[in-house]
DNA sequence: CTTTCATATGAACATTTAATCATATGTTTA
DNA sequence: TAAACATATGATTAAATGTTCATATGAAAG
């Protein structure tokens, strides 16, 4: 860490952005997407959730610019946002698995 | 990433421990311990959080193993537990500040 | 061994949060 | 344009969370 000295707000900001990965539903979510590109739908399907549920964290790790989307017709084609997302997941499975 | 299949064990743990990043509190101590290891105090005086605050927060940090300890006297000393913390602070930075 | 100092811990309370249900929005097709 | 389909959104509710206050633990000093 090469500079220490950090604003509040970034703090908060940080924090905020690090409280997203902090629930197994969206970690889920980010996973599916790390394998392949979804419609909200599949996502549905594939973890056994309700639309509704995964619609409103889509929302969220949207207003958080981890996924980014595209509509295509009646559907809406959600991808992981960049390679943070992918890196910080795999910095905490590194840590959780290390035991 | 290598591989992408976990079990549903694996990621609860896993959202479990970024969950604790996910508390502005908690970065502050952690990156306050990347500058320096502290004792409780320390920490409770440089933040201007009570000492029980900063306690229980340090409590679930450890519980974590984010955070180790070292009894010196009456004191305790804390200390970032490994490089996995500052890496996951460090990439989320990256996030926070490239917009 | 009693007081003091540093830290930990338990209970209580206010706030935040994730899921559900119902409904709205927006796109396609008949 | 009306019906069907995919997704988003608002309100509600139950559970989780962070701080505070009071007190407990444990080490050192007198």
Redesign the pocket.
Known sequence: MKDLKFTDETIEDLA?LL??F?????IRILLCLSKRDS????L?EQLG????????????L?QSKLVK?Q????????AIADDHVSSIIETGLEHVMED
Request: aromatic share 6%.
């Open positions: 905020s409280k997203i902090g629930d197994a539903t969206r419609y909200v739908g599949e549905a959730m309700t639309q509704s549920a995964v619609s409103h964290q889509l929302s969220v949207k989307t509509r295509q017709g009646k559907n809406i084609l959600y």
